[in-house]
């Protein structure tokens, strides 16, 4: 689109325009100026009349807003529009105030800019809308997540405006709600771009208004908000009647209609003061000023020659009431002023007539100024950026709105109309500075061919005033100096004879024959926006500004803390010797001078205001009006400065550190021999190398569209380059984390090793002795093992037992092994239900081959078992003894009972032990016993019919236990050697058993009497009968 591009100026032209069109047809005019096909005012007027006409209130000269005052409500400030506008670039949509001030935002968010937005244009131009507009667009799109303290420091933002316009503006003539101030509002913000605090400059209060307005026009609206709003309890208090006309001050505008409701007015005002936060007390002490006010006004004075007095001490009265003092103090700074002599002493000098109302009139101003001063400082306290720390809130930038009067041309123009004018010549300077001759000295420095634009540089008009020594402001104060008296036409002829040569300033005296101008009274300036004639008259007092010592110590005894703070300066005695206080054309330098360097600090976005037509009406375009406006605001310049012009540009570094990512070759670095090469590279790339000039240090890029193509393929690949980025970072986190967590696990690692170590030193250290201990170590305590050695713990304990227990085993002779086995499967068996089970004695086994215990039967059983053996081969005998039985006919006799590892034989001790009945071992199933002392037992058979007996003892010991011996031989030959199971029932209560197949239960009972324990039937079964003891 732009190769092969040459300058030629249609083209550049249809190229944008076509642009334009998309958003806003061709039958609106030209969006922006420096899309004219020739730049002559013809065209200019033309287009501007056209939009105008087409309801196209604004329109571009590159950055700056034109805006022609539509005095009509616009559907064009509503939310849609706003989202609209938001982050968008300038050239998106059809010029508008929410662009300026988006394009100011975002380079103060973008870049951390400190941005201003100048509003310039006479009376009536639009200009205190606009600012309010362009408020409300900035409150509209920050503090997306409503935190509390932006919104409150917005809120009172936005309400200060109500405030500021009650007591600064005033109806006149040329506007209904003209500012009769000037107004510089900085909003500060915070690295989020949410605003979070703002403080707001006045300037230059027209205080005259307060004490005499020209015809036709109105006091501040203040006065009559409170008249007219004011509650009756309220004016009652404050000594007022309802009706503006009865005072002196708001007669002449009392008449006056004017688009604005003061009652309602009033009501927005008090509700707006509360929510900024005044107190009531300050509320009140605001309108008790303002009574006061109008009381002085009402004050007369008359003279019988001598001496003055106060007409109607009533009035006087009400005034000390209101602003807390007493009367006499009231009369007495009315009528004397206090003087001190040469010797410290201190006289009182009677005011003449004239004297005291010029006294009185300057008390009343005065008491004004104060007052708007002390209520802008007020809402500058609550909105300051408290607890600011620029480390932890990085830097805190700033947008600036400035609304200040217009160039002024009245018919008679006076002091205030000198020190406006003068203000807009400063401000047009700092345009020129800005816009018109940075820009083409620029151009200059950075060696870009440059076609110059003849600018006319309104310096020397600037110098005409504030010249030191020469100019008008040093021979006023000089005039004010000077000691006797000096009248404005002395100052007038002192300015003749040291100005006359300048080509700028004349008079009558020094063009006689210019007709236009009065002898002895008046002086023109040749302004940079038109010729203006002022009156000296009143230039002197004017700038002097003086106001009785008298007053201000009245004021700051006020018991009204609120007023008392109003006139800190009060506090001197009448004989300290006072500075001589600045002029007040000084003062008003001084400011001026300061907001200059405030802005010239800032990168300005301007919006210029035109005023259509005098007769506030929708539709009529003044020609030669807004001809003239067009002149002085110098807009012709500025649309061939820009159109000459590139609309961008920035040095090397910062574009490629910008835009590096979208070219290959620059991305992440480049190789170049310069940070210029590299630039080239990006453009090239872009095929922009038409649009764009280079120059020794910056990059100049022409037209707005090639920044945006950049910027937008920026924009896609931030994402890319975030989430690149992020990856990178989150991988280094994450090895970081990794060596971290390894080294932790290292760490963990020894430490357990150590742990493990240390307990098999301590176990190593306990048990090394433990083979010559007595108790082989059972009594050595094992150390508490670090958790990973728990199973192993366990292990050790456990071998350490078995050792142990080998240790005792090995100790014990073969022979008694037998027992000792037996003994113990008898233990595991009974499982410690049982009582009595006979573990403290030996156990012989073979009872009835046992001679001590069976003397008589012994030999005979002897031979009987003799031949079982043989026959039957057994190994071994497991167990035998005596025993009662009984069967299932319930008949119980005595048997002995042998039970080899083969079978189980009940002999019949009577008959030599012949053998009744031969069981094999194996239909043995288990058996069962009870857990008393009983000795009987129940055997249990595969064939369901199970062997219930009371084993008898013998000689040996008549009442030891056999029943556990039984139990441990048959346990431990069917577990040990056999490895079947034998389970073994400890029955507490009653056996059960079956025979033939025939459940049985066997309970025991002791008798008395009972000399042998024998089976008796019962219900279920048995019941085995005991001897008592
Ligand atoms: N954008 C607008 N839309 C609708 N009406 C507007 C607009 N701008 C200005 N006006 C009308 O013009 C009147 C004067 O505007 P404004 O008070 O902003 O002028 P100004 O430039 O601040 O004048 P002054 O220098 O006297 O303060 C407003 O009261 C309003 O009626
Ligand atoms: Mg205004």
Redesign the pocket.
């Known amino acids: 689109m732009f190769c092969g591009r040459t300058r030629d100026a249609d083209e550049e032209d249809a190229e944008v325009v076509t642009g334009m069109a998309e958003l806003e047809g061709l039958e609106f005019g030209k969006s922006d100026f420096v899309l004219l096909d020739e730049v002559t005012m013809e065209q200019f007027m033309e287009n501007l009349k056209l939009r105008f006409e087409k309801g196209r ?1 604004y329109t571009y000269i590159g950055e700056v807003v034109v ?1 022609v ?6 559907d064009i ?1 509503g939310k849609d529009t706003i989202d609209a506008y938001r982050g968008r670039e300038l050239y998106e949509n059809p010029p508008h ?1 929410y662009a300026v001030s988006d394009a100011a935002y975002k380079a103060m968010k973008r870049r951390a800019k400190d941005t201003c937005i100048v ?1 310039s ?13 362009i408020m409300q667009y900035i409150a509209a799109i920050t503090n997306p997540n409503q935190r509390v303290e932006v919104e409150s420091v917005k809120n009172v933002l936005l309400k200060s405006n109500c405030v500021l316009e009650a007591f600064g ?1 005033a109806k ?1 003539n ?7 101030f000037g107004k510089y509002m900085d909003i500060n913000f915070n690295f989020n771009g949410d605003p979070t605090g703002g403080n707001i400059n006045n300037y230059l209060l027209e205080k005259s208004r307060v004490v005499q307005q020209q015809d036709g026009e109105r006091n501040f609206h203040s006065f009559y908000q409170l008249l007219r709003g004011g509650s009756d309890e309220m004016l009652g208090s404050f000594h007022l009647q309802k009706d503006p006309a009865l005072y002196t001050y708001t007669k002449e505008g009392a008449a006056t209609a004017t ?1 604005n409701n003061d009652r309602s007015s009033h009501k927005a005002v008090m509700s707006a003061l509360e929510a900024i936060g005044f107190s009531q007390e300050e509320i009140t002490s605001i309108y008790q000023v303002l009574a006061a006010i109008l009381l002085l006004g009402n004050v007369q004075f008359e003279s019988d020659g001598e001496s003055v007095q106060i007409v109607g001490l009533e009035a006087v009265n009400h005034i000390s009431e209101l602003i807390a003092s007493d009367m006499d103090s009231v009369c007495k700074s009315l009528l004397f002023r206090t003087v001190a002599t040469g010797g410290g002493e201190v006289i009182e000098k009677g005011h003449t007539e004239q004297d005291a109302c010029f006294g009185c009139s300057a008390f009343a101003k005065a008491l004004y100024e104060r007052l708007f001063g002390w209520i802008v400082n007020r809402i500058n306290s609550v909105i300051e950026v408290k607890d600011y720390n620029p480390v932890l809130h990085g830097k805190n930038t700033v947008i600036g709105v400035l ?4 160039f002024e041309i009245f018919d008679n123009n006076s002091f205030e109309q000198f020190c406006i004018n003068y203000c807009n010549e400063k401000l047009q300077q700092l345009f020129i500075e800005l816009i018109l001759r940075q820009e083409q000295g620029e151009y200059q420095r950075e060696g870009i061919t440059w076609q110059h634009i003849d600018y006319f540089n309104n310096q020397i008009i600037v110098d005409l005033v504030e010249q030191p020594h020469k100019g008008i402001i040093s021979i006023l104060d000089e005039a004010c100096l000077t000691v006797g008296k000096v009248t404005d036409t002395v100052c007038l002829e002192s300015m003749d004879t040291k100005l006359a040569q300048h080509p700028h300033y004349t008079s009558r005296k020094l063009s006689p024959t210019d007709k236009t101008m009065d002898f002895q009274k008046q002086f023109r300036i040749r302004h940079y926006a038109g010729d203006v004639t002022y009156s000296v008259e009143g230039f002197l007092d004017k700038n002097k500004d003086l106001l009785f010592q008298d007053f201000k110590r009245l004021m700051y005894n006020s018991a009204n803390p609120v007023m008392k703070e109003m006139w800190p300066d009060g506090q001197l005695s009448i004989t300290e010797v006072t500075k001589r206080p600045l002029t007040a054309a000084t003062l008003f330098k001084n400011s001026i001078v300061a907001l200059v360097d405030k802005l010239g600090c800032k990168e300005p976005y301007y919006v210029r ?1 035109i ?1 259509p037509n005098e007769m ?1 009406s929708q539709v009529l375009f003044d020609d030669a009006r807004c001809q003239h406006q067009v002149a002085y605001l110098g807009l012709m310049e500025n649309v061939m400065v820009r159109r000459a012009g590139f609309a961008y540009r920035q040095h090397y570094a910062r574009v490629l550190q910008r835009y590096k990512m979208t070219c290959e070759y620059t991305w992440p670095n480049h190789l170049m021999a310069s940070d210029r090469e590299a630039v080239e590279a990006i453009i090239t790339q872009h095929g922009f190398q038409d649009d764009v000039a280079y120059g020794h240090t910056k990059l100049f890029v022409r037209s707005p569209r090639s920044l945006y193509t950049l910027e937008q393929e920026r924009a896609a690949l931030i994402p890319i380059l975030v989430l690149f980025l992020q990856k990178v970072w989150r991988g280094a986190l994450a090895r970081r984390r990794c060596r971290r967590m390894r080294a932790i696990y290292a760490i963990m690692g020894c430490f357990k090793r150590y742990k493990v170590k240390a307990h098999f030193w301590e176990v190593e250290r306990r048990f090394t002795n433990v083979r010559t201990m007595a108790d082989y170590g059972r009594s050595v305590e094992w150390p508490t093992p670090p958790a990973a050695l728990s199973q192993f713990h366990n292990n050790t304990v456990m071998l350490h037992r078995r050792w142990w227990a080998r240790q005792i085993v090995k100790n014990i002779p073969p022979s008694d092994m037998l027992e000792v086995r037996a003994k113990v499967a008898a233990l595991t068996a009974l499982s410690g239900e049982r009582k009595d089970w006979g573990v403290s004695r030996a156990w012989e086994r073979d009872y009835l081959a046992n001679v001590r215990d069976c003397p008589q039967t012994s030999v005979a059983f002897i031979r009987v078992s003799k031949e079982l053996r043989n026959r039957d081969e057994h190994n071994q005998v497991l167990f035998s003894g005596f025993c009662r039985k009984v069967n299932r006919f319930n008949k119980s006799t005595d048997r002995g009972l042998l039970i080899t590892d083969k079978c189980v034989y009940k002999l019949e001790p009577k008959k030599q032990f012949k053998v009744l009945k031969r069981l094999p071992l194996d239909i043995l199933t288990g058996l069962s016993v009870t857990s008393g002392a009983d000795q009987m037992v129940a055997l249990h058979t595969t064939s369901q019919d199970d062997v219930l007996l009371c084993l008898q003892r013998g000689e040996l010991c008549s009442n030891q236990d056999r029943v556990g011996e039984l139990v441990g031989a048959l346990v431990d030959h069917f577990t040990r050697l056999r490895n079947v199971p034998f389970p073994v029932k400890v029955c507490p209560l009653a056996v059960q058993l079956l025979m033939r197949g025939k459940p049985k239960s066997v309970s025991v009972e002791s008798k008395a009497g009972q000399n042998n324990a024998d089976f008796k039937k019962s219900r279920d079964g048995f019941i085995l009968l005991v001897p008592a003891n």
């Open positions: 209130i805006s005052n539509p005095y009509r409500q616009m400030y105030l509003i244009g006479e009376s009536g131009a639009g200009k205190t809308e606009a600012s309010k507009y503006n006149t040329r506007n209904d709600n003209s500012s009769r688009s609304d200040i009067y217009g205001c005023k506030k």
